[in-house]
């Protein structure tokens, strides 16, 4: 794939005023019968760079990237890294920078998996995981997010129970207070699982390898094994705990209910 600097692209100036929820559930249902890349070329003559794809590097991510990439629309990547990613996924990083030429920013959390463990206690994961996920996950995205104006992450219904009602694109409350809100799109939504194994296998695009030994959805390696036949995608996530999200999905209210 030829490689490009997403920061020498030309980003189209976007001087428009923040969408409401009406408009937002409006698009929704116009967005129902567009393509994904339909939906990322929306949010780039929208919001240029202030959009952002983040991604974990599953499938989904992975297929969104690449259709971006393919239509010229250089959106920043972020990925949350915890400091406990699986090596593979760590090496998937360095992959996906060469595939597709472009930087894809760590976003850490301010304290190291040493510093959290001396300020609130060893392997908190199998303690509170719910606090880890917001310590290491949460609240850095948070801080990320004060960036951007558009969030674009690889979210999909079929993945489990708790994402069946996510719109194509929905509208969050980021900061009550200072009275900010997000964008959110979910150019993936409607894509089952099959779909995306075949866009990544059809166009070569590196993915990681432990899909290959059965882990359906890969996280941090502490909470994270194989799924098996039948399960549910996210099922191999925080095991022995009443967890499903890591909370960065459902930290901030929506500010629209959507009838998928
Ligand atoms: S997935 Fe586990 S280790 Fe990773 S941040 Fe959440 S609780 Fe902590």
Redesign the pocket.
Known sequence: MTTSDPSSSPAPACELAPLTAREVAALNGQFEQRSPGDILAWAWERFGRRAAIGTSFQGSGLVMMHLAKMAGLNFPVFTLD?G?LFPETLDLHKRLEDFFGWKIESIVPDLTVEQQAEVIGPD??TR??????T???VLPLQSKLRELDCWITGLRRHQTRTRVDIGLIELYTLDAQGGSDIVKLNPMANWPREAIWNHIREHKIPYNPLHDLGYKSI??????RKTARGEDERAG??IGFK?VE??IHTFMPRKIDFQI
Do not use: N, Y
Not at 128 to 133: A, G, K
């Open positions: 915890t406990l908190l994961w509170d995981p719910d606090l880890c996920c310590t290491r996950k996280g941090c390696l502490t909470c994270t996530r925080w967890k890591c909370g």
